[in-house]
T-cell receptor, first 112, second 118 residues
Framework: KQEVTQIPAALSVPEGENLVLNCSFT??????LQWFRQDPGKGLTSLLL?????REQTSGRLNASLDKSSGRSTLYIAASQPGDSATYLC???????????FGPGTRLSVLP | GAVVSQHPSRVICKSGTSVKIECRSL??????MFWYRQFPKQSLMLMAT?????????EQGVEKDKFLINHASLTLSTLTVTSAHPEDSSFYIC??????????????FGPGTRLTVL
């Protein structure tokens, strides 16, 4: 059974720092991996989608990498801002079904 | 593009009543929609996969008679919580995967519905 973990569970950094969020999954047979942002009491906003054949994706200050063989993905946030404060979730789409399996999330606080 | 809406955004009901939550894909067609629930400070747990025109597939431990899912069209899926109890209070989120490229294997999420059962 696919399991997704995220480290750290929570992170607090001063504004301007570069930071890395980690996501690990146990079964490398995935279709894709997606990073989301969730603000308190809100739905999910998709940040980046990486197909299983890709190594990384970039959008603005965000860069996500994927190492499928080792079951790892990282989300790199450059020059963090207070507006980046949210919970970041990663999810993998299993190769043999339609299911997405979510990690528990990393709660990020960027202090002004 | 790829917008998913949910209605209502918040609902408070008495124990024993039934509540229906709608999930719509506004600008794309989706053969598959997913229903998740999220407890406070926890991640999303998949409840069921809803396929247009067929019965939903429920995850282990999810009571299909309690959480009725109907996917009547390519843009609408509904979740009905029957005989709701306080332990059903949660944040329910739906998602949809577009039928066509280029985003056909990506999930787009609705804003969620906060259910409170008194």
């Amino acid at each position: 059974k696919q399991e997704v973990t995220q480290i750290p569970a929570a992170l607090s950094v001063p504004e301007g720092e570069n930071l890395v969020l980690n996501c690990s999954f146990t079964d490398s047979a995935i279709y894709n991996l997606q990073w989301f942002r969730q603000d308190p009491g809100k739905g999910l906003t998709s940040l980046l989608l990486i197909q299983s054949s890709q190594r990384e994706q970039t959008s603005g200050r965000l860069n996500a990498s994927l190492d499928k063989s080792s079951g790892r993905s990282t989300l790199y946030i450059a020059a963090s801002q207070p507006g980046d404060s949210a919970t970041y979730l990663c999810a993998v789409r299993e190769a043999y079904g339609q299911n997405f399996v979510f990690g528990p999330g990393t709660r990020l606080s960027v202090l002004p | 593009g790829a917008v998913v809406s949910q209605h209502p955004s918040r609902v408070i009901c008495k124990s024993g009543t039934s509540v229906k939550i709608e999930c719509r894909s506004l600008d794309f067609q989706a053969t598959t929609m997913f229903w998740y629930r999220q407890f406070p400070k926890q991640s999303l747990m998949l409840m069921a996969t809803s396929n247009e025109g067929s019965k939903a597939t429920y995850e282990q431990g999810v009571e299909k008679d309690k959480f009725l899912i109907n996917h009547a069209s390519l843009t609408l899926s509904t979740l009905t919580v029957t005989s709701a109890h306080p332990e059903d209070s949660s944040f329910y989120i739906c998602s949809a995967s577009p039928l066509l490229a280029p985003s056909y294997n990506e999930q787009f999420f609705g804003p969620g519905t906060r259910l409170t059962v008194l």
